[in-house]
């Protein structure tokens, strides 16, 4: 008595060497590129970047080396920052190909940095030719 034969597919370990950028604001969305090999389409929805082996993200193959996904958001349910103070936050990033059965790659720091917000500029006009100088009032220069 034979079986029927059942397919299996073989696929190698995905591999990161770097990420472009490694920072990102704390609201999220920072469109990161992903350098390694071994990023083989495995269908939709299965290549993700995991943040912290916690948060996962949709990811995009472009080819076996290259893939991008977004950043998560480093906020509360309420939506206030989780930075704290001079405290450097990241996340290690890693990625699956698998749908998360698998986390590969070894981890890459992306820094989080607190998004800067420009309250006013004064003066608030000048003339077409420059050289005007301002004073910006923000939140979030260090």
């Known amino acids: 008595m034979w079986s029927t034969p059942v397919k299996y597919l073989y696929y190698d370990i995905p ?3 770097h990420i472009e950028p490694t920072c990102g604001p704390e609201t999220g969305y920072t469109q990161i590129e992903v350098h390694g090999s071994g990023f083989s389409d495995l269908g939709r929805n299965k290549a993700m970047c995991v943040f912290n082996r916690t948060v996962f993200t949709n990811a995009t193959i472009m080819s076996d080396e ?3 996904c977004d950043s998560p958001a480093l906020l ?3 939506g206030y920052s989780l930075l704290n103070g001079d405290d450097t936050n990241y996340y290690h990033l890693q990625v699956t190909i698998d749908g998360g059965h698998m986390i590969a ?11 800067v917000i420009v309250k006013d500029v ?3 006009r000048g003339p077409l030719h420059g050289n005007t100088e301002i004073a910006v009032n923000a939140t979030g220069l260090k």
């Not at 790659?105 to 998004?115: A, I, M, T, V």
């Open 15 to 17: 591999k990161i060497s």
């Open 66 to 68: 290259l893939m991008f």
């Open 76 to 78: 509360n349910v309420q």
């Open 105 to 115: 790659g070894s981890p890459q720091k992306f820094n989080y940095y607190q998004q």
């Open 122 to 124: 004064t003066p608030n």
